[in-house]
């Protein structure tokens, strides 16, 4: 692809706890639907973004039993984007903080994503024509 | 590649870290052969003030032995060659002479911010 | 001059550093480079015309896009065709498009 991009992330919030995660997603959403070369790294809290027992519940409020409430999981949205990105031909590299995981017990992760450090980081940021920190508050 | 962490927050889960994030994240991309240096503004001008000490905290049993040292943290980041620039209006708002601060910072007014980024590739806002 | 892309995620109501990051702004402009504001997330409240929203026609004044969200506008009830003086809705997007031409993105 001729106008292939390459664009890192650096994430910092959990999920369920602000919108911060949400607008992360939508844009690494739109760069996967270009075919971009991704590279997200996940710093401390957002290390739970791809926890693979993530799990949906039903919900009395909403009158909703599992199914209906469809919860949303992020880490479906993490593996829907990295496939996305894949179909169009580009790729998701996304690194966990590994002390981050450690210290949350966060080691278990949907596939695709991988352990790493802040020399990882740099090393993506360097080799990328963008790079994007979400800081978190 | 040459990059600021802008550091703007302040005492973000230092205690349970017992270090901030950010300036530990400086470190260690400055180990890793990074190029980096630190603004620091807002409450996070906070983190130069010689005077901070975590005083002892336990839960229960459990005492916490390896306190967060943010001043010395912040400190030892221009022995390693990554300049510490902190914003002057931020620091005399909030009520911080020059004489509270750990040594080896570089101060800068608020106007000579946007000044500042054109010596980065990248700026970093954590 | 460099390209900047400013994305403010925070709002005025609530938050006092989101001056600064207006002023961040300005200043930059100032300085000649090319500046864009996007408003996101609650960042976009003061695009509904109100108490803050002159801050953001000055910015406009200054040779400043301001942008907002189109997605975060419509979950907040706010029209875009409504918008203060000096706003435009845009899609996210527009953040891709300028990390893929090398802005320096900065989140606040």
């Known amino acids: 692809m001729a106008d292939k991009k390459t664009l890192t992330f650096a994430l910092m919030d959990a999920p369920f706890e602000n919108a911060r995660s949400t607008t992360a997603l939508r844009l690494i959403d739109i760069a996967a639907r270009r075919g971009y070369d991704i590279n997200v790294f996940a710093y401390e809290g957002a290390v739970y973004l791809p926890f693979s027992h993530q799990a949906k519940h039903a919900n009395a409020v909403h009158g909703h039993e599992v199914e209906e409430e469809d919860h949303p999981l992020p880490r479906e949205w993490v593996s829907a984007v990295i496939a996305e990105a894949e179909k169009n031909g580009g790729k998701v590299d996304w690194v966990n903080c590994g002390l981050c995981v450690d210290e949350r017990g966060a080691a278990d992760s949907v596939d695709g994503v991988r352990r790493g450090t802040p020399g990882d980081f740099w090393n993506m940021a360097s080799a990328s024509d963008g790079t994007l920190v979400i800081p978190t508050k | ?126 | 001059m460099a390209n900047y892309l400013l994305i403010e995620s925070r709002d005025p109501f609530d938050s006092n550093d989101v001056g600064q990051f207006y002023g961040l702004a300005a200043g930059l402009a100032r300085e000649g480079h090319s500046v864009t504001l996007f408003l996101v997330q609650n960042g976009v409240l003061p695009a509904r015309p109100s108490a803050h929203s002159a801050a953001l026609a000055d910015l406009r004044g200054a040779g400043i896009d301001v942008l907002a969200d189109d997605f975060s506008l419509q979950e907040r009830g706010i029209a875009a065709d409504g918008l203060a003086d000096g706003v435009a809705a845009a899609a996210l997007d527009v953040v891709i498009d300028h990390m893929a031409g090398g802005s320096k993105t900065i989140w606040h």
Do not use: C
Not at chain 2, 63 to 92: H, R, T
């Open chain 2, 1 to 126: 590649m040459k990059a600021l962490n802008i550091i703007e927050t302040a005492y973000r889960g230092t205690l349970e870290e017992q270090d901030d994030t950010i300036v530990w994240i400086t470190h260690a991309m400055k180990g890793a052969g990074g190029d980096l240096s630190v603004l620091l503004r807002g409450n996070a001008v906070n983190y130069g003030v010689k005077a901070q000490n975590v005083g002892a905290l336990s839960f229960g049993a459990r005492q916490q032995k390896s306190a967060p040292q943010l001043a010395e943290d912040v400190a030892k980041l221009p022995g390693k060659g990554v300049e510490v620039f902190i914003v002057e209006e931020d620091l005399s708002e909030r009520g911080i002479a020059a004489g509270d601060l750990v040594d080896g910072l570089t101060a800068v007014s608020r106007d000579q911010v946007p000044k500042l980024f054109d010596g980065f590739d990248q700026v970093w806002h954590w």
